[in-house]
């Protein structure tokens, strides 16, 4: 396995993250780490790590290039079959590599394995588990990753993702068009085709870092807009036939609204009606009557028409869901 590694001024954390790595790694697995022109101590924790383990293959970019660039690097020198995409800010758990490989053995046709992950912050204090929608374990064939990717969306955490090399190359690697969303397309993609699996255990400590770059999508109401619609805009030229149409009808459908859906308390009328034309909501009449609704102050009810609408989930599921938990709530009282 190639572990590939890009650091950019985080010698606070790289001597660890290094350090877990290589404690997982096998004989004859690599550790890529690009520097990617950092400015603190980095280099040197990385020079001096790399004089006592052999497995440690460092890169040092003289200035900063970027994160793609550094991957890109990575990904010329890497000889494994398969590859991890490892952040110097992360927290890698005790038997994730052997878990994953072990079931990417068993199951040779699978593309990838994932793996569940939870949030951090800046001090390494657990702040929630990122969850899986639905109960998921070992091998999901391509027709079952179909079914489930219409009913629930992905459950890909990308950074718990170890790949199968020869499929990560055929299916033409991460499009930098893409931007944050390149592994996460990729994903999807490669499970369509090929499957893949998932191991239902914590593997991963992603840090919170508002500052990320998927983050900053994410800050900015206009700039969440221009990224999705710009991934659609890439997907529909590059990707239209590889992409199973009610797949994606659906995971547009989500964006829409979970836009919608974590500003409505946080904008004014005026942004709303905005917002809804930028999202393509073209009919005079829905529009009007959806900002009448916001005006009134009647979120449930707009989020309601909002999911009737752009069914981001199968509405089954939705109301199976919302009743399971009415009536659990119910047991409790």
């Not at 398969?82 to 110097?88: E, S």
């Not at 929630?128 to 955490?157: C, Q, S, T």
């Not at 995971?251 to 005026?270: F, H, M, P, T």
């Not at 916001?294 to 509405?315: A, E, G, K, N, Q």
Request: charged share 20%; net charge neutral; with cysteine.
């Amino acid at each position: 396995m190639s572990v590939i590694l890009p650091n950019y001024n985080h010698g606070h954390f790289i001597k660890g993250a290094i350090l877990a790595i290589l404690k997982q790694m096998s004989p004859g697995d690599e550790l890529i780490v690009i520097d990617d022109g950092s400015s603190d101590d980095s280099p040197e924790i990385i020079r001096t790590l790399a004089c006592t383990h052999d497995a440690l293959k460092p890169i040092y970019f003289s200035n900063n290039k970027g994160v793609h660039l550094a991957v890109e690097r990575g990904l010329e020198l890497a000889q494994g079959d398969l590859l991890y995409f490892a952040a110097a800010d992360d927290r890698i758990c005790e038997g994730f590599f052997a878990a994953s490989i072990s079931l990417l053995d068993i199951h040779s046709a699978a593309a990838f394995c994932t793996s569940r992950a939870e949030y951090i912050d800046t001090s390494g204090r657990v702040i929630n588990e990122i969850k899986v929608p639905f109960p998921v374990n070992d091998f999901v064939a391509p027709d079952k990753v179909h079914v489930l990717l219409v009913k629930y969306g992905g459950w890909f955490r990308c950074n718990t993702a170890i790949y199968r090399r020869s499929i990560f190359d055929e299916s033409g690697g991460f499009d930098d068009d893409l931007g944050p969303f390149c592994d996460g397309f990729l994903c999807m993609l490669m499970a369509l085709q090929y499957g893949c699996c998932f191991v239902p255990k914590i593997a991963m400590q992603v840090r919170y870092d508002p500052k990320s770059l998927s983050m900053a999508y994410k800050n900015n109401l206009d700039d969440t807009i221009e990224f999705y619609t710009g991934v659609e805009q890439v997907v529909m030229q590059k990707y239209y036939d590889q992409i199973p149409q009610d797949v994606w009808q659906r995971w547009c459908g989500r964006w829409r609204y979970a836009v919608l859906s974590e500003n409505l308390k946080q904008i004014n009328k005026d942004i709303f009606e905005r917002v809804l034309t930028a999202l393509g909501f073209k009919n005079t009449v829905i529009r009007k009557t959806l900002s009448l609704l916001y005006y009134c102050r009647m979120f449930t009810l707009v989020r309601t028409i909002l999911i009737l609408m752009l069914s981001p989930w199968d509405l089954r599921q939705v109301v199976s869901h919302r009743t399971h938990k009415f009536f659990s709530s119910f047991a409790r009282d």
